[in-house]
């Protein structure tokens, strides 16, 4: 799993460390996608389409699941937090 990461809505996540803290603060917005908008939500939209979108797109970063992943992560963590303040998170 070299480059990825998987979060389920139970708040269990892997990833690789090659992301760090930025990578486990925006694996953890998308734990927060699921607790807040609802697992259905994330099961029939939210997965789907990051997973479409990490296996076809060249630009899965900036996709609107990761996007708002991004967003969720910085206003839980903070503005001074790891994933605020690194530009590979486009928020």
Do not use: C
Not at 39 to 45: D, G, K
Not at 74 to 85: D, K, R
């Amino acid at each position: 799993m070299d480059g990825a990461g998987i979060t389920t809505p139970n708040g269990g996540i892997r990833m690789s460390s090659v992301y760090g803290l930025s990578g486990l603060q925006h694996e953890y917005g998308h734990y927060l996608q699921a607790q807040q908008l609802g697992t259905l939500y994330y099961f029939s939209t939210i997965a789907p389409a990051s997973l479409y979108s990490a296996l076809y797109s060249s630009n899965h970063h900036s996709f609107w699941t990761e996007v708002d992943a991004n967003r969720r992560a910085t206003a839980f963590f903070g503005p001074t937090s790891a994933i605020a303040l690194d530009s590979n998170y486009p928020k």
